[in-house]
């Protein structure tokens, strides 16, 4: 059953990635969160590697971790230093200069994510930088779902999550800053707008209770209630770093261009 999920789910992310631009979209963003010192880049959770494609170039050492061996063949044209397992199950111990956890929170249930986050941050070099990427609860998936599958949504506010963690409450931790960014999606049949729905719905519900199910002809009570056909999806980054000057040219840079901006000096 679970490999059939599995499947399932990397099934509907290629529908997904050959339709929109997301990936691309998010890297030209990723782009621009980069430190001056590009040595060593660790990507956590790395799915298929659309997304760490953008970004091999920048870097002289890649390293990924990931939990869906289905992803294996993909994962070793980018690089070979993968380790399979889940990130809160295994240990690190090399310093990274950056680390990218895309859409990695999400599977991690509340109680593990503080180990999580401290791990991470640990094996951040001084002047590097973390990014953590995740669907915003202001995404119009959060409101698809309310639609056509009540009480099925895990709403967990990432950002909440984080910020109360005691790790953000250390002593001379970094400074961190939160952006929003939105990728309108337009769909152009009943079809397309189907299988977006429910690769959203499959990857955004319950996922760090592992009670992912696809919505299926459920969603049609979605479409029939509908005139919208553009479906838009928010990103929150938050990105943490030691540098100053990082989160500085961050906010300016994005202070006009995102939905929302804050920066937070713990």
């Known amino acids: 059953m679970k490999n059939n999920k599995l499947y399932k789910y990397n099934e509907l992310l290629d529908f997904y990635t050959e339709l929109t631009s997301e990936k691309e979209k998010l890297a030209k963003i990723i782009l621009n969160l980069l430190p001056k010192n590009r040595d060593k880049y660790l990507d956590v959770g790395s799915g298929n590697g659309q997304l760490m494609s953008f970004l091999i170039n920048e870097f002289n050492y890649i390293e990924a971790i990931e939990s869906n061996k289905m992803f294996s063949k993909r994962l070793k044209l980018i690089t070979n230093n993968i380790?399979?397992?889940?990130?809160?199950?295994?240990?690190?111990?090399?310093?990274?200069?950056?680390?990218?956890?895309?859409?990695?929170?999400?599977?991690?249930?509340?109680?593990?994510?503080?180990?999580?986050?401290?791990?991470?941050?640990?094996?951040?070099n001084k002047n590097g930088v973390l990014v953590f990427v995740y669907n915003s609860i202001k995404s119009d998936i959060f409101k698809i779902l309310d639609i056509v599958n009540k009480n099925t949504l895990n709403k967990s506010n990432y950002s909440k999550t984080i910020i109360n963690s005691s790790l953000w409450k250390e002593k001379n931790t970094s400074p961190f800053i939160v952006f929003e960014v939105k990728f309108p999606i337009q769909c152009t049949s009943e079809s397309c707008i189907r299988n977006i729905i429910n690769f959203l719905a499959f990857k955004d519900i319950n996922k760090a209770d592992n009670k992912c199910e696809i919505l299926n002809d459920t969603s049609e009570q979605f479409i029939e209630n509908s005139n919208l056909w553009t479906i838009n999806v928010i990103h929150e980054f938050l990105v943490v770093s030691h540098d100053l000057n990082i989160i500085e040219r961050i906010r300016n840079k994005y202070s006009q261009s995102v939905l929302s901006i804050k920066q937070y000096d713990i």
């Open 83 to 124: 380790t399979w397992g889940k990130i809160e199950e295994i240990n690190l111990y090399k310093k990274f200069d950056f680390i990218l956890a895309s859409h990695v929170l999400g599977y991690i249930s509340n109680e593990l994510k503080p180990q999580v986050l401290k791990k991470i941050y640990e094996v951040m």
